[in-house]
């Protein structure tokens, strides 16, 4: 992760915080409050997250489960979502009846407009008695696809109409408007896709260039777009609060990058990392370990006395 946050991309530009965000949140951690598939039971044979220790969610609950948090077994957040993807596609096709889907797609930060080349209609031209009579009579032109959670949708699938015959979308669906504009072509439309993400990374490199140095603000939005686990923020004596900006702005910048560091530790390979940089994994896991049970059974212990003292006091 650190090689890939100081690899400068092709032209010399850096890589945003978005981007060390977003990479992180794809190798690492998957946000458990934006999956779609059940948390709270079995699925696809897998342990429920709310009791699964790969679930960060659950680091400071002792005896009860959670369902938010971040999943850091990547292998299986995959197979659950795939499951509940497949089995929300089977579902679509009873709706869709008599139309093949022709894939998935995720929505991006302008819109979804198609997917595997078919044309993404909107629930409006879905709805219209037109594209209706359209379908029924030429069904092979049309089909449905599955919109699949992302960041800047919604954090469940949904199922849409597409169109796979551009002639016809532009001559009886998406007709010239009143005022005499005529419907952008395919390719006018992937010019000025082309032109709108130039744009944006060209905004970008005048960002990077403009950051002339990294200030301490800077380093707290990279902390905080890192995502990081309670234990890095504990590591660097940062406690839970509401107000973790506020927080982070007391430490020096050398506990900020330190705990930047942290927050990027691949959790698959946690003890390799930390033994590069010389830590004694096998040691502190011992005697982690050791205290972590004498805790427990003190918990266990109190939670057991707990009945006896509200029997003691209803005797009173």
């Known amino acids: 992760m650190v090689e890939f946050a100081i690899t400068p991309k092709w032209g010399g530009v850096m890589r945003t915080i978005h981007e060390l965000a977003s990479e992180i949140e794809h190798r690492v951690e998957k946000d458990l409050a934006k999956a779609c598939f059940p948390k709270?039971?079995?699925y696809a044979g897998q342990l429920a997250c709310a009791a699964c220790p790969f679930n960060t969610g659950n680091q400071n609950v002792l005896f009860e489960g959670a369902t938010a948090g971040k999943c850091t077994n990547g292998g299986c957040f995959t197979k659950k979502t795939n499951l509940f993807l497949k089995e929300f596609k089977e579902k679509a096709a009873k709706q869709f009846d008599g139309l093949k889907c022709v894939g998935m797609g995720s929505e991006g930060w302008n819109g979804l407009r198609q997917i595997k080349g078919a044309v993404v209609l909107s629930v409006e031209e879905a709805k219209s008695a037109q594209v209706k009579a359209l379908v029924e009579k030429s069904p092979e032109k049309f089909g449905f696809a599955v919109v699949k959670p992302s960041i800047h949708g919604s954090k469940t699938p949904s199922a849409v109409l597409v169109c796979q015959d551009r002639e016809l979308l532009d001559k009886k669906i998406r007709k010239p408007a009143e005022n005499g504009e005529r419907p952008l072509t395919q390719e006018e439309r992937e010019r000025e896709q082309f032109f709108q993400d130039a744009e944006v990374r060209a905004l970008f490199a005048e960002g990077a260039k403009a950051v002339k140095s990294i200030?301490?603000?800077?380093?707290?939005?990279?902390?905080?777009?890192?995502?990081?686990?309670?234990?890095?923020?504990?590591?660097?004596?940062?406690?839970?609060?509401?107000?973790?900006?506020?927080a982070l702005a007391k430490l020096s910048e050398k506990d900020l990058l330190r705990l930047a560091w942290l927050c990027s530790v691949d959790a698959y390979n946690l003890d390799e990392e930390l033994a590069e940089v010389g830590v004694a994994v096998a040691r502190v896991r011992k005697e982690a370990r050791k205290a972590a049970l004498a805790e427990w059974e003190h918990a266990l212990k109190a939670k057991a006395a707990k009945p006896e003292e509200k029997e003691v006091a209803a005797t009173k």
């Open 40 to 42: 709270d039971r079995e």
């Open 215 to 246: 200030k301490k603000r800077h380093l707290i939005d990279i902390v905080g777009a890192c995502n990081g686990c309670e234990a890095a923020y504990e590591a660097v004596g940062v406690p839970a609060s509401d107000d973790v900006k506020k």
